[in-house]
């Protein structure tokens, strides 16, 4: 009898218990997270203090890489009727894809009909000139300055790479400052478009001069600013006003492909396998 119960092993007590792998599990999910938080914090130091940057300079570029350039058709050359309609067509679904609500100032029905009257006005071919004369009134509909359609021809804005590029070929001009009597300055702001940093160098040297020359009223003239990125703004109003405001108090968006294309192109290589809600 003894030699049997000896050969009987006493049951051993669990070494790990259930709560202790859950305790554990939680200390590595806890400790993931904190590491996550401080890697996160050091790319936004190194990014926004060095030339690292999040953002790139060089937005345009990426997008007008996307485009097709239309220089096949010259603006004077005659199209088919078919082809303007289906380019009228196009435009209306790609205002619908990208807009967030075109239809706040105008009914569906009355942008339809509009269109469709449009179509009744061309009995023929017609050229690429025409065509934009009669598309230009019908996009101003929605009342949206954003909203708008150029031809690189007839443009003399940004809406063409060599039209950016000659513009920006010189940054200086993009700020220009000049002292009047009685201590008056004329701060003159042509674009929103070029890069940050050179934006708050050369912000930063004529608000430099403005203090030497004693200006007690400035003039900033930006009549003629197309626009561009909104955080120069704010960088040129951090220049005057010292407390805090709100530079817009609702901001609507709506996600498309070619919303996804740009948006892609305005962030870092380095930056957009962060950025998972980015389609291109």
Not at 3 to 10: A, D, H, N, V, Y
Not at 29 to 54: C, D, E, H, N, P
């Amino acid at each position: 009898m003894r030699k049997l119960l000896g050969k009987i092993k006493k049951p051993h007590a669990p070494s790990k218990t259930l709560n202790y792998y859950h305790e554990k599990t939680k200390r590595i999910i806890f400790r993931a997270f904190i590491v996550g938080i401080v890697l996160i914090i050091i790319l936004v130091i190194v990014a926004s203090t060095t030339k690292f940057q999040i953002v790139r300079n060089d937005t345009m570029d990426y997008f007008y890489a996307q485009h097709i350039k239309i220089d096949s058709i010259s603006i004077d050359e005659k199209i088919s009727r078919e082809l303007a309609f289906e380019d009228m067509d196009f435009l209306v679904k790609s205002i619908e894809e990208i807009h967030p609500n075109p239809y706040c100032y105008i009914s569906k029905a009355r942008f339809y009909s509009y269109r469709d009257s449009i179509k009744l006005l061309i009995n023929q071919e017609t050229t690429r000139d025409e065509l934009f004369h009669l598309l230009e009134p019908f996009v101003r509909l929605l009342k949206d300055n954003h909203t708008h359609i150029h031809f690189p021809e007839k443009s003399k804005g940004i809406d063409s790479k060599e039209s950016l590029d000659e513009i920006l070929g010189d940054s200086k001009n993009t700020i220009k400052y000049q002292r009047y009597d009685n201590r008056i300055g004329y701060l003159q702001i042509n674009y929103f478009a070029i890069g940050k940093n050179e934006f708050a160098r050369l912000t930063d040297s004529i608000f430099n001069q403005i203090k030497k020359d004693s200006v007690i009223n400035l003039i900033i003239d930006i009549r003629n600013n197309p626009g561009g990125n909104s955080s120069l703004a704010d960088y040129l109003i951090s220049n005057i006003y010292d407390k805090p405001y709100k530079g817009r108090s609702k901001i609507q968006e709506k996600r498309s492909e070619q919303a996804g294309v740009f948006m892609k192109g305005a962030f870092s290589w380095w930056f957009r396998p962060f950025i998972k809600s980015i389609k291109p």
